[in-house]
């Protein structure tokens, strides 16, 4: 009998149980979707509100970010550590705390952190915007944690035929949020204040708990190589729910397996492979967070409305939500690194004519969704490429290394974007500028050189 559950899930045909984990962590992923986004649909709001102006408001934009940066990658390795279940239920009520928090802002918290600010920097800042930063990097460490984990619990409980496809379709979810919240939102904005999208995204966020805690068990893979207490219980225990037969004792993990450790991402044999995806994933997301930051912002300046605005950056995600799910059925039959790179250039041609789209709307939303099919397609790829890079025993530390130092950079875009326009530059050149880091991108990812990891 083999004793290794990890090899029996690789070769089997997927259950009914995989198939459930992979929805609901479409679903986590299209909560993440939403919650990144809500800041982009409040925006306007905000801004009109407390009398912001594009600079100030790209680095509201980009508060998440940080926390994600920081999330991803601490949060990731604590998933590798502790576990990717109870990280995922961590995070999520992170993301709740944050996302309520948010709708409250008093300035009470930036009452603290302001002199501080001052006192380093020389600048005295609006207490409720500081406020409101703080609150959103909350929320972005949840977020940048749950995302490292739900890519690895994906990588995990599908077959290795189905492994890349899987993975690239756990990734649509973050589209299909933002075109499901985005219609709720439209309809919010119309009759409510900004503070309602920040109400939507935490009573669906508490909705994911149950879900979670009854549904998803921890990772095979995960318990086979850590082997905690009452692991063999555990993992007999989903097998059965796979419809398996168990096992009768651990795998036997070797002396060389035990001294494997997350911070092998950076040792040789995967030190190239963490650099060269990390460096690509930090400068597409440049292009993609430009784009979704700056979309309902440049519309409203075009003389629209911002429930108009938010449905122009539904369409964009409704096109990322197609090329997410077009590319994951790609990987099935063409190489993804491949794949990858040709989505990342069309990306950079794609961006460069949304500077040059006259204000019409329903021009706006059909380039915006050829856009977004693009750069979300890279998105989708990048995320099976880490998944196919790193071992189990540091899957999600180095996603989330990835992702973190992609998603830091990413705070780039907001205020880079932010700073380009108040300097005076017409949306042309703020566009091609932006539709670089794409480019960039698809010519680091040509010298990857790319094997399965080993479980």
Known sequence: MNNDPRTLISRSPMGRLQILIIAITIGLNALDGFDVLSISFASPGIAAEWGMDRTALGFVLSMELIGMAFGSMYLGGVADKIGRRPTMLGCLITMAIGMFMVTTTNAILGGLVSPVIAAVFGTELDRRLVDLSIWRIITGIGIGGMLASINAMAAEYSNSHRRDMCVSLMSIGYPCGAVLGGLIAARLLASHDWRSVFYLGCGVTISFLPLIWFLIPESVHWLSQKQPAGALEKINRTLRRMGHSIITALPTITAEERRRSVSDIFRPGLIALTVIITAAYFFHIITFYFMLKWIPKIVVDMGFVASSAANVLVWANAGGALGGTVVGLLTQRFDVKLITIGVMLCSTVMVFIFGRTAPDLALLSMVCAA????????????????????????????????????????????????????????????????????????????FLKLNHAPN
């Open 371 to 446: 856009t977004g099919f693009f750069t979300n397609g890279a998105i989708t790829g990048m995320y099976a490429i880490f998944a196919k890079g790193f071992p189990t025993h540091a899957r999600a530390f180095g996603t989330g290394f990835a992702i973190g130092v992609g998603r830091g950079g990413s705070m780039l875009a907001p205020p880079l974007a932010g700073i380009l326009f108040t300097a005076g530059l017409p949306l042309s050149s703020v566009a091609l500028l932006m539709s670089l880091g794409s480019l960039v991108a698809a010519s680091l990812l040509s």
